[in-house]
Structures are given as structure tokens and as C-alpha cells.
């Protein structure tokens, strides 16, 4: 439910959670403000908390606005060769070689990402995104199940399953079982982020919430976590623009 009071400023996002110990307020890039409280706390006093605050949520908005400015959003992709995509903080270009092939088959290489086009896919815009998005997402689930494996065993957690999903939300979550999602766009991030998110679900394992307790495990894994941290705050939006979810259809 929005506020009248913000109507025009942000989309508003209520997030009641079993984990939250308190109200908080949450900023992203996409002008969308998260207010997370606890299940048990009443939501009108929630409300009230994002009332109070009104001047720091139009300044925190002004902030990444401004920085939105100045780092406007990569263009849409036009499949023309002269495309570019974001791989491990690294921008690369996006080839497209046509090939005696059947199938489209996508090479990711350091500093460039090569599309082996049959002559009949060479201008279907629709078939060749699929074909990128799922080379990253396979990527991304090897990065993740080595991340994983390594941060685990110096942790001493077990972790149970992987998925590798598209949240708007979120960039990652942990069940109680060692059930683990990761977005595939970490992939595009430079790649100790990558390792945070990794490291900072695994912790849950130990915490399910974001205690004081919590965040003294996550420093004792990664002891420069806030840096990328950060990161995610600061630059996470701009990896949304890439390759977008396509929206249902009414």
C-alpha cells in the first residue's frame, strides 16, 4: 500500500518479516522504498516510522538520483555488434558470429562474450537474448557452487541446495535447511560481491536475522564486507537494466 504523503516521490514496498527486529526503511536505486518491520509490530507504527522520516527519504532519494545521473543506464541491447554487457564489473563487448550451427551457442570468454548464430536466428532479437541470459545463469550457477563449496568449508556450514532465480527484491536467501537462492546477476557484479552475497546467505545458517550477531559472523568470514556492501547499494540498480525481465502479459 502507498502513502498519499510520498505518492509522487517512490513506489512504496511494505515488508513484514519474521527476521526483522525493528522498523527500517531501505532506499533502492529504482526509487522503490522498502519499509521492513517485524510481524509483530503493529503496521500503523510503521507508517509512522516512514512519516518521521520523511526528510532523509527524500534525501537519500536526491542522492541516488544524482547518482543516477551521472552514470545513466546502458542502452537497450540492439544485437548490431556493437553491444556491450556487464561481466564480473567488467564491461564487454557482445559479438554475434554466424555459424553452420542449429542451435545459438553462447562462448563467455575474459573480455568477450561471442553469440554462434545460425543464419536463420541472426535477426531474432527474442531468441538471441534467451540464448545470452542463459549462458550467464549457467555461469553464474557454476560461480555460485564454487563460492559456495569454498566459503562452507572455511566456515565449517553445510549448504543444501542451490537456485539460481531473477528476484527483484533481493540478491540472494537462506532456509533453514541450507536451501539457498542467488540472483543470477551477481554474475555481472565484480566478483568479491558475488562473494559477499555468497557469505552473507551462508551466515544465516548460524543467524536467521540480521542481529549484531550476524554481522560479527559475516566480518569473521570477510572482514572487508562493507566495501562490497556498499557496492550492491550504491551500483546494484544499474545491473537490472541489462537484459531486463520481460513483463507478463495482461
Known sequence: MQLDLFRDDFRLRECPSLRARSIRIEVRPDREVRLIYPRWAARADALAFLRAREDW??????????????????PPVRWDGRDEILLQG???????????LRQIQVR?????????????????ARQLERALRRALIQQAQRQARRLLDEEAMRAQLRWTALSIADPQTQWGSCAAD????????LI??????????VVHELCHLVHMNHSPDFWAQ???????YQI???????????????LPRRRARA
Open 57 to 74: 527519504v527524500r534525501a537519500k532519494l536526491a542522492e541516488l538520483q544524482a547518482r543516477a545521473d551521472g552514470c545513466p543506464p546502458p
Open 90 to 100: 567488467q564491461t564487454v563487448p557482445v559479438c554475434i558470429e554466424v555459424a553452420t
Open 108 to 124: 563467455i570468454e575474459p573480455g568477450l562474450i561471442t553469440l554462434f548464430v545460425p543464419g536463420t536466428a541472426r535477426d531474432d
Open 178 to 185: 541450507g536451501r539457498i537462492m542467488l540472483s543470477w546477476r
Open 188 to 197: 555481472m557484479a565484480p566478483p568479491p560481491v558475488f562473494r559477499y552475497v
Open 218 to 224: 559475516v566480518e569473521r568470514q570477510m572482514p572487508d
Open 228 to 242: 562490497h556492501k556498499r557496492w550492491l547499494r550504491d551500483h546494484g540498480g544499474r545491473l537490472y537494466h541489462y
